[in-house]
């Protein structure tokens, strides 16, 4: 006789040896099954199962699984296909839904980000404009500006514009050519 564990999913392990107690004989715990063959290994993707007595083949997707709705992993514990809504394929992440039994990149969502995150860029750049021109544009409102300070202004005023237009840009939101603060340095 070839003795097996029986798993909480009806998954069969061995065969195992159980001690031999004096006068009693061998005790199999009470999930543990005697089998008159020895089984030979199941095929990939299947395990061996004691359901209700019977000797079975099953599917096995056991372990790690994946939502197709969010992509968050979960632990499977049953034996059989997966239901709708599982996979086996790890969730690369991003902008990835799952389509055609598969992972696909949503572009159109990518796309949104990436907008999203451009302008989100824009505006912290228009903010730091802003900080700047506002002295310059008093020490012109009151007739005090230099002519380096006028040159300035009109210098920030611009950036500022060309700042505003970075959506009109071709391909936008990628790639985009930033324009250069005044006063920066610029690679050549």
Known sequence: MFNYMID????LTGPVEFPRVPGIGVQRPSNAVALSIELSPAPEGFAWAYDNGSLQQKVDC?????????????????????????????WPGGFHIWADNAWQIDEQAQLADNKRVALNKRDALLRDAVLRIAPLQ??????????????????????SVELNRIEKQSGFPSPITWPVAPGAATNT
């Open 62 to 90: 056991r372990g790690d699984v994946y939502s197709t709705e969010t992509g968050m992993r979960e632990t499977w514990n049953t034996l059989g296909e997966l239901p709708a809504g599982f996979t086996q394929l790890p």
């Open 8 to 11: 909480d999913s009806g998954v």
């Open 138 to 159: 008093y020490a012109e409102d009151i007739g005090d500006a230099s002519p380096e300070e006028q040159l300035q202004l009109l210098e920030w005023k611009l950036y």
